[in-house]
């Protein structure tokens, strides 16, 4: 298991508020770790990348991911929070890499929102 793997599953999984979780790679759009059976194909990988620089179309937009359509309902040059009903979606981008993570109804969203975002202050600090 990558650095990475442990990553996602010690500070994202582990808290039970994150349902799954992928960490991109922001210049490739490639997966570099990913949770149990979360599956972020290449194309999707690019439409969450490209999202923080059309931020105008992503707040009006929002995502088709996993057969849900999610609405924006924060969106800043670090963090995109979507949701969809009582389910979220999480992008957090540091300066190397794009956490991508998800919720469920029986998750607390500003729990999954604040796993992400240490994870991601860990990555920045790091210089990643």
Request: net charge positive.
């Amino acid at each position: 298991m990558n650095q990475f793997q442990n990553l996602i599953n010690d500070c994202l999984i582990d808290t039970k508020h994150v349902e799954s979780a992928a960490i991109l790679v922001a210049k490739t759009a490639t997966v570099t770790a990913a949770s149990a059976r979360f599956q972020v194909l290449p194309p999707q990988a690019q439409i969450f990348i490209d999202s923080f620089k059309h931020m105008a179309s992503t707040r009006e937009q929002g995502f088709y991911f996993q057969d849900k359509a999610y609405n924006c309902v924060r969106a800043d040059r670090n963090s995109i929070y979507c949701k969809c009903g009582t389910h979220g979606l999480i992008l957090v981008k540091t300066a190397l890499y794009v956490i991508v993570a998800t919720y469920n109804d029986s998750m607390y969203p500003s729990v999954c929102v604040e796993a992400v975002e240490k994870l991601a202050v860990y990555l920045k600090d790091k210089g990643k």
